[in-house]
Structure formats: C-alpha cells, structure tokens
C-alpha cells in the first residue's frame, strides 16, 4: 500500500516538473499571411496601379525592364523565420529566370491609386537590401527569407511589409527593343488574377511569465518532497498549500478593461503613429488617396475643445479625449506585449464628417478586423449615424466577442445620400472611437495547464491515508 502511494506521488510530482519544463519551451507557432497588393512598376516609372492579385510581370518588354512588388499584412509578433510560397509563370521564350528578392524603402502610400510612382520607385524595388535570390519558372516555390528580411518583418509587426521583385538574369542581357516580343517572369501566375502569394511566419518562443517559473519552482520543491518515504501530515498539508499557492499563482485575471483615451494627450497621428491606452498599442496606417500628400491618420481629439474640430463635423456628445481616425485612415489595435491575443467586446463610435454640409442618417460604417494568431481573420461591420447623432455604443457579435485576435484593424466607408459607400478613394471615411470595453488578454495554454497541475497535486497530497 505504502508503496502504491509512493509511486504516484512520484508520478505526480515528475508530472508537474515535465508539465513545468513544456511550459517553458512550448513549441513555437506559426502565423500565414497572405498578399494584399501588388503591381509592376516599369524602367520609365509607370505602373499598373496597386490591386488585390494584380499582374507583376518581372522582365523586359517594349523596350523597357520590369520590377514587381507585393505587401503583406504582418500580425504583431515575434517572429524567428519567414517563408514565401508562389506559384511563377514564365512568359516569352527566356525559360527560368534567376529573381532576387529585396527590401522597399518605398512608402505603400506612394504604390496605392497611382499609375506614375517614378523611375525612384522601378529601382527601389531591385535594389537595396537583398532577402533571398531563387530560380523562377512554372513550378511552386517556397523560398526561405533571411535575416535582413525577417529584422524588416518584425519591425513591420502592426502594419504592411514589402518586397521587391527584379529579373537578374534580364538585367544581364540587353532590353528588349519596342515591337519585339518581351520575356520574363510572372512572381505569382500567369497575368491577371494570378494566386496570391503566401508569407509563413515562425513565432519566437515566448519568454515565460513570472508565474510559470513560480510554478516550475514548485514542481522541483515536490519532486524532492515527495521523494522522501516517510513524511508527516504537517508536510503533506505543506504540500497541498504549495500545490494550491502554484495554481493561484498563474490563475488570469477575472476582469476585463475598459480603454479611453483620457491620459493621452492631444495629438495628430501620421502613417506609422502609436499612442497606447491601457497596454494597448493604437496604429495609424495611410491608405487613402496619395493626392492628399500627407499621410494624416488619426488624431487623439479633446471633444471639450471646439478647435480642434473647426474644420469637422465631430460627434457633439462626447467632452473626453477619444481617438479619431481621419482620411480614409486605418487603425491597427494590438497588445503592448507582443503576440498577446485578446477579446474585443464593445466600443463607442461616432462619424466624424469632413465638413458641416450636412450628413446622411447613416453617415458610414464602421469596418473591423480581427487576426487570429494563424493568420485567419474575422470582420465585422457597424453602421454610423451622423455626427449630429454623437457616439453610439456598440456591442460585437458573441462570435467576433469570443474570438482570440492578435491585431484588430478599424477603418470605415464613408456613405452619401443615396446609400452608397466607399473606402479609401475619398479622404472622407473618418470615425471617432472611445470606451473600448470587455477588453482581456488571453491567457497562454500553459497557465490552464499549470493550474490544472495545481488542483491535481492538492487531491493527490490531501489523501490522508500513509502506508
């Protein structure tokens, strides 16, 4: 009998320092994103615009040379490798084609909308720093980024990263003269509508909170404990206190914040601004019209001070510091610790209006979306009432609620009177946005594991039977 217990305290207590070993070098996940946009840019400084699964002819025709480029959207992470997937299509008679990959310096804002980037632009996208060169023809390619790319990758976490695309092996040779047939390489597909390309992510290993070495602790306190044969009830009972103690350590915390912007101070926000509420980062991206030429965002608004919406139509409602965002601009909302995941539950939100012309009833519609941390995403939409209606409160659905999102990007159309909305072609899609509520952190497999540890030991040391 004696020994019967023994081995399971034994069982138990190895248990807990394996479980406690596994949370600390958990394996480390992996993010897939997908291309957003993409286009060519030519040798004269033409292009074919920036759209979703847009032709990126990569070679020489008509007398001039061809770079391409494709963005992605880059989850808030730690990331230890990067991997591109494509599918190539070879056009002309060259056949495979040497391609190098390469950093752009470029701002997405000057590739969006516009037919005439520059020749800057065609040579930004071939040159610079180099992240991978492969072989392209017809066949699927997973090509392994290096570490200039993956440095680039991480520090883009919350917004777009970029790569160029050029024709080593058509830059070797002479131009191809107008009216002759051209050659080169379609990155991803054959023309238009091509497949779009796949970046995957390896995340880092995530440093261990506190408790989880708190918890590691004390599975090594009760492998040495429980080893011994012939213990007192006075340590059995220490043992479940430590076991219990072990549990709470890494138990959640059981509410959930509320975000406003109240301790932030006034400001404008640019392409590529935070401001941080409540461990939260807020991030400003420009995808509007490049013809506005300023690449303003957002801004934290004083609704008590009447100038700083001279020129708006703000929600008349709200006298605190609330966040806005302006010009067809888009918000990236992440945690401070990064890859955190989190809920989003509710929020206030209200139009803001361009000028004081007046407003339709719906004035625009708010536009949410979530990432998950494998890359998937979830969007929601809210309609916004005129600014004259001030800040409404909205709740999201119990599915979009529950859902665990590394990032959650906000923008919004921008509706007329007859119904018709529109994004990022107007400079007029803009919201106000306070009192983000039901906000928690999501915490990481290992705590439920670690308190799950916990609870077992307390049954297993409170049995008070010895042999």
């Known amino acids: 009998m004696f020994k019967s217990k023994f081995n399971m305290g034994r069982l138990v207590a190895a248990a807990g320092f394996g479980m406690a070993l596994w949370a600390t070098n958990a394996a480390a996940a992996g993010v897939s994103t997908y291309s957003v946009l993409e286009g060519w840019v030519s040798s004269v400084g033409g292009s074919d615009e920036a759209t979703p699964q847009n032709n990126t002819f990569t070679g020489s025709e008509n007398g001039q040379r061809f770079n391409s480029w494709a963005s992605f959207y880059i989850p808030a992470g730690n990331y230890q490798s990067a991997t591109l997937t494509l599918t190539p299509g070879s056009y002309g008679e060259l056949g495979p084609a040497v391609i190098g990959l390469f950093d752009v310096a470029t701002p997405m804002s000057a590739l969006l909308n516009t037919f005439h980037p520059g020749v800057d632009v065609f040579n930004d996208l071939g040159g610079g720093r180099e992240y991978a060169a492969a072989t392209f023809y017809d066949q699927p390619l997973s090509i392994t980024l290096n570490g200039r790319a993956l440095a680039d990758i991480n520090a883009a976490g919350g917004s777009y990263f970029l790569i160029g ?24 597909g054959n023309g238009r509508n091509q497949t779009r390309m796949e970046l995957d992510l390896g995340l880092a290993a995530p440093v261990p909170e506190p408790s989880t070495w708190m918890t590691l602790g004390a599975g090594l306190l009760l492998l040495g404990a429980v080893a011994r044969r012939r213990r007192p009830p006075q340590l059995k009972r220490a043992l479940a206190a430590l076991a219990l103690g072990a549990g709470v350590a890494v138990l959640p915390a059981a509410h959930a914040d509320t975000l406003n912007f109240d301790s932030v101070d006034p400001a404008f926000l640019w392409d590529g601004d935070s401001v941080l509420s409540g461990g939260y980062a807020f991030t400003g991206l420009f995808v509007g019209d490049p013809s506005d030429g300023g690449g303003l965002v957002g801004a934290v608004i004083d609704g008590s001070d009447p100038f700083l919406c001279s020129n708006m139509a703000c929600p008349s409602n709200n006298s605190s510091h609330y966040l806005a965002g302006l010009n067809d601009g888009k918000i990236n909302m ?134």
């Open 165 to 188: 695309f050029t024709n080593k092996t058509l830059n070797a040779q002479p131009i191809r003269p107008e009216g002759v047939m051209g050659s080169g390489i379609y990155i991803s």
């Open 334 to 467: 992440s945690s401070a610790t990064a890859g955190q995941t989190f809920h989003l539950g509710s929020f206030d939100a209200g139009f803001i209006g361009h000028d004081f012309l007046g407003s339709p009833e719906v004035s625009g519609v708010l536009w949410l979306t979530g990432t998950r941390a494998d890359g998937s995403t979830m969007d929601e939409y809210f309609a916004l009432a005129k600014p004259d209606f001030g800040f409404q409160h909205y709740q999201t659905s119990g599915a979009f609620g529950a859902s665990a999102f590394v990032s959650i990007s906000i923008t919004s159309f921008s509706c007329d009177f007859d119904g018709d909305c529109n994004a990022f072609n107007s400079n007029q899609a803009q919201f106000g946005l306070d009192n983000i509520s039901d906000v928690a952190a999501v915490p990481e497999p290992s705590t439920y594991a670690m308190l799950g540890l916990g609870l077992a030991l307390v049954g297993v040391a409170a049995r008070r039977r010895a042999a």
